[in-house]
């Protein structure tokens, strides 16, 4: 790290502003070299000082390249807590390369993917769940993702992390004191006091392992898998949810053969869903395939909308032919219209609602006609419920991605160890060996401990100038 990095940290492509980053201890005197506050030179020589925007223009032997502001911004206040340039230019590829290859002639390397925020951890200015906060609200897609990694960004992760990592420590000190000095300190008769701090540690595991499985799917994308016998409607509900003509509506059955996908959003939350081939018997190839298709997203879904249509029936078998009876799922009778005019009065002559199995009886249903766009909004309603219940959005609260629940898990596991290892009287050494590799997977969420093949896996997912 003592050299200094240069990259464009805008993305390509015209717009108004475009800002070429660099950091590191020559970052100053290298954009100093090229800046001047008037358009024929000479170069700025005074005193750049920190945290003020100078505008000026940027000279390439003496030409001007552009009108640009220059903002310096001295180490440990910066974001990478070193010394960092950020020049402001009219955002052009042109320029902002030739700006780029200026600053790197005058000694600044091209920098790696997400090597500021790398710089940002090694100086310890952030922890590994703020740099991972920093990619998720580069990446975020709704509102929901990005106010889960704004609160990991302010450091609510790592803060929790930390606590149970230093009450490990505690009980780990306590286990080594006896090891060392095995007659002055005599083993805890009562080892209660270290079973209920490793007890503490467990439930918080426990629960942040509950939270990234209950809601981790805030942040990626709820499924949502539309199913149901062929022609009920499911290209229509698709289309009406997302308020496009995506999938193909037909009078002919069997029309959406494989399954159509698209990402949307409900009240700020990421939804994918699914609209899946109509399941029926069929000696079709190519329809058998969709269904199989079908069968997979179905099983994949967090909530299942099963649809049906007026005038049918539905067997036992039939139905648990199509979904597996453990899924969370929402019965949507389709074409209400047919059975009840606007007022919901039964039409004369019309057909009756559908006959659902008895299994059915504690699934929730709702009427709606996709055709004419009755009962959406309550639908859309209904599937908030299900899927969030009443799950806090205040941004407070943090949710573990794959990587920390990864290491909480393997931490549970061996804090499990470590408190049998207690209360069944076993050697201090192998109780210090379970406590440390807890406190060494607690470590790796926030950094501490995280080896550089991980730090290597997180930051090369970031983009160059991040
Ligand atoms: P899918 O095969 O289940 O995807 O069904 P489609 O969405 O392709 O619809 C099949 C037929 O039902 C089309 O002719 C639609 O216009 C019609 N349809 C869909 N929704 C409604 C509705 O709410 N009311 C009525 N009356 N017809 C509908």
């Not at 992390?161 to 090891?179: D, F, G, K």
């Not at 079973?195 to 799917?217: G, K, L, P």
């Not at 079908?294 to 539905?314: N, Q, S, W």
């Amino acid at each position: 790290m003592n050299d200094t990095i240069a990259a464009i940290a805008t993305p390509f492509g015209s717009g108004g502003i475009g800002v070429i980053r660099m950091s590191g201890p020559d970052a100053v005197a290298i954009a100093a070299q090229f800046f001047s506050r008037t358009r024929t030179g000479p170069p700025f020589t005074g005193n750049l000082k920190t945290h003020q925007v100078y505008h000026g223009y940027f000279l390439d032997s003496g030409e001007v390249i552009d009108e640009v502001l220059l903002i310096p911004m001295r180490g440990p206040k910066s974001y990478t807590a070193e010394d960092v340039v950020e020049i402001q230019a009219h955002s052009g590829t042109v320029v902002l390369k030739q700006i780029l290859e200026c600053l790197l002639s005058g000694g600044a390397r091209l920098a790696d993917p997400g090597e500021f925020t790398r710089r940002a951890f090694l100086n310890q200015r952030i922890d590994l769940t703020q740099a991972e906060a920093v990619a998720d609200i580069i990446n975020a897609r709704s509102t929901a993702a990005l106010k889960f990694a704004a609160a990991q960004n302010t450091g609510a992760l790592k803060h929790q992390i930390q606590e149970m990592r230093n009450q490990l420590i505690q009980v780990l000190s306590q286990v080594e004191v006896s090891i060392d000095f095995p007659d002055d300190v005599p083993r805890e008769n009562d080892p209660s006091q270290s079973t209920a701090d490793i007890d503490s540690v467990m439930d918080r595991c426990r629960e942040f392992i509950r939270q990234h499985e209950e809601a981790c799917f805030l942040k990626e994308g709820i499924c949502l898998a539309i199913c149901g016998k062929p022609n009920v409607g499911k290209s229509s509900l698709m289309n009406r949810l997302l308020s496009k003509e995506k999938s193909i509506v037909t009078a002919l059955p069997g029309t959406t053969r494989d399954p159509i996908q698209e990402a949307m959003t409900m009240n700020g939350i990421p939804f994918v869903v699914t609209d899946t081939a109509g399941i029926h018997d069929t000696d079709d190839l190519v329809e058998i395939i969709g269904i199989e298709r079908a069968k997979d997203h179905i099983r994949g879904a967090d909530l299942v909308l099963f649809m049906v249509e007026p005038g049918t029936a539905l067997s036992e078998m039939e139905f648990k032919k199509m979904v597996p009876l453990d899924k969370r799922m929402l019965v949507v009778v389709n074409k209400i219209d047919l059975t009840r005019d606007t007022n919901g009065q039964a039409k004369p002559g019309g057909p009756g609602l559908p006959e659902l199995p008895e299994i059915c009886d504690q699934i929730p249903k709702i009427h709606i006609s996709a055709l004419h766009n009755q009962g959406i909004q309550p639908l859309k309603d209904k599937i908030m419920q299900l899927c969030i219940g009443d799950l806090t959005m205040d941004g407070s609260a943090v949710i573990p991605n794959l990587r920390h629940k990864t290491a909480l898990t393997k931490a549970l596991s061996f804090l499990e160890s470590a408190k049998q290892g207690l209360l069944t009287g076993q050697p201090e050494e192998t109780l210090a060996i379970d406590l440390k590799n807890s406190i060494d997977l607690l470590g790796s969420i926030t950094g501490e401990t995280a080896s550089i093949d991980i730090l290597d896996t997180i930051f090369n997912n970031f983009c160059i100038g991040k």
